[in-house]
T-cell receptor
C-alpha cells in the first residue's frame, strides 16, 4: 500500500523567511496530493492541493511542487508570518480500493515562525 | 462552504460505557465520510471509510465490533465506541467529501477521555 514520508519533523524559521516541507510517496498510482494545516486541538484545514497532471500550483504565499518521476512533492511558504506556526501534514491518495480512494498522511511537520 | 460539524467536542466517561460521535456535513451531501484517530503529536490514522447506505470498510487492525460506524444519510455518519476503555482515549476526527475528485473536509474532532 501507499506510504508517505514527511521531512523535517520540526522546522523553525525567522519571520519573513521561507519554509519548505518535503514528502515522498511510494505508490505510483497516487494522483492527488493535498496539504493540511492543523493548529493545536483544531481541525486539519486544506491549504493547497495538486493533482498529478500538474507540476506546480501556487496560491499567494503558498506553493506546491510535484515530481512524479521521483515521487516527491513539496510545500513552499514564502514571507512567513507568526500565524503560519502550526503542524502541516502532506497526504497522498491511494489507488482505488474497494470502491474508494483514501488519503495516507505523512507524519507531520511542526513549523514555528520566530518573530 | 464545505462545513463539517462534529459533536461532541469533548467527552469524559467511565470505562465500560459506549460513546457515540456524530459527524455532519452542513452544506453539502457527502457520499463518503472517513473516521480518523490521532494520538498526541502524531499523524492522522484512518480507521474506516464510510459510504452512504453501505457497510463501512475498516482499516487493518481496527475492530469493527468495537468501533461501530453508521452512515445512514448523505449528511450524517456516526461512530460508536463500544465498551470504551482507557486505551481508547484519543482524538477522533471525521472528514467528508462530495466525490472522489473533491477534497476531504474535516470536522473539529472529538477528544475522548476514558477514566
Amino acid at each position: 500500500g501507499e506510504n508517505v514520508e514527511q521531512h523535517p519533523s520540526t522546522l523553525s524559521v525567522q519571520e519573513g523567511d521561507s519554509a519548505v516541507i518535503k514528502c515522498t510517496y511510494s505508490d505510483s498510482a497516487s494522483n492527488y496530493f493535498p496539504w493540511y494545516k492543523q493548529e493545536l486541538g483544531k481541525r486539519p484545514q486544506l491549504i493547497i492541493d495538486i493533482r498529478s497532471n500538474v507540476g506546480e500550483k501556487k496560491d499567494q504565499r503558498i506553493a506546491v511542487t510535484l515530481n512524479k518521476t521521483a515521487k516527491h512533492f513539496s510545500l513552499h511558504i514564502t514571507e512567513t508570518q507568526p500565524e503560519d506556526s502550526a503542524v502541516y501534514f502532506c497526504a497522498a491518495s491511494t489507488g482505488w480500493v474497494q470502491g474508494a480512494q483514501k488519503l495516507v498522511f505523512g507524519q507531520g511537520t511542526r513549523l514555528t515562525i520566530n518573530p | 462552504g464545505a462545513v463539517v460539524s462534529q459533536h461532541p467536542s469533548w467527552v469524559i466517561c467511565k470505562s465500560g460505557t459506549s460513546v457515540k460521535i456524530e459527524c455532519r456535513s452542513l452544506d453539502f451531501q457527502a457520499t463518503t465520510m472517513f473516521w480518523y484517530r490521532q494520538f498526541p503529536k502524531q499523524s492522522l490514522m484512518l480507521m474506516a471509510t464510510s459510504n452512504e447506505g453501505s457497510k463501512a470498510t475498516y482499516e487493518q487492525g481496527v475492530e469493527k465490533d468495537k468501533f461501530l460506524i453508521n452512515h445512514a444519510s448523505l449528511t450524517l455518519s456516526t461512530l460508536t465506541v463500544t465498551s470504551a476503555h482507557p486505551e481508547d482515549s484519543s482524538f477522533y476526527i471525521c472528514s467528508a467529501r462530495v466525490s472522489p475528485r473533491e477534497p476531504q473536509h474535516f470536522g473539529d474532532g472529538t477528544r475522548l477521555s476514558i477514566l
